[in-house]
């Protein structure tokens, strides 16, 4: 049985796209924890407090808020790690 020629190595990612990966993820750390953190906040609130009057609007503001920067932070982090080398 005979084996083809080796596959060349795929080059590894440079500096500037570690960097942008990095910067990607903090900006998914920070903003989707913080609204992970404000969504149960306000999910305990609704539960405990008024019987979640005013709690659909928070959260639409929230996902709002929290998730237009997760997802920038998101395709930074793609398009660093999976864009054309």
């Given amino acids: 049985m005979s084996q083809g020629a080796p596959q060349p190595a795929k080059p590894g990612m440079?500096?500037?796209?570690w960097i942008f990966a990095i910067f990607?993820?903090?900006?998914?750390?920070?903003?989707?924890?913080?609204?992970?953190?404000?969504?149960?906040?306000?999910?305990?609130v609704s539960l405990a407090g008024d019987g979640g009057r005013h709690a659909i609007g928070?959260?639409?503001?929230?996902?709002?808020f929290g998730g237009i920067p997760f997802l920038?932070?998101?395709?930074?982090?793609?398009?660093?790690?999976?864009?054309?080398?």
């Fill in 72 to 85: 920038a932070g998101f395709l930074i982090w793609l398009f660093a790690t999976k864009g054309r080398r």
């Fill in 58 to 64: 928070a959260f639409v503001l929230t996902l709002i």
């Fill in 14 to 17: 440079t500096v500037v796209r």
């Fill in 24 to 44: 990607g993820i903090l900006i998914m750390v920070f903003a989707g924890g913080c609204s992970i953190l404000y969504s149960g906040f306000l999910l305990f």
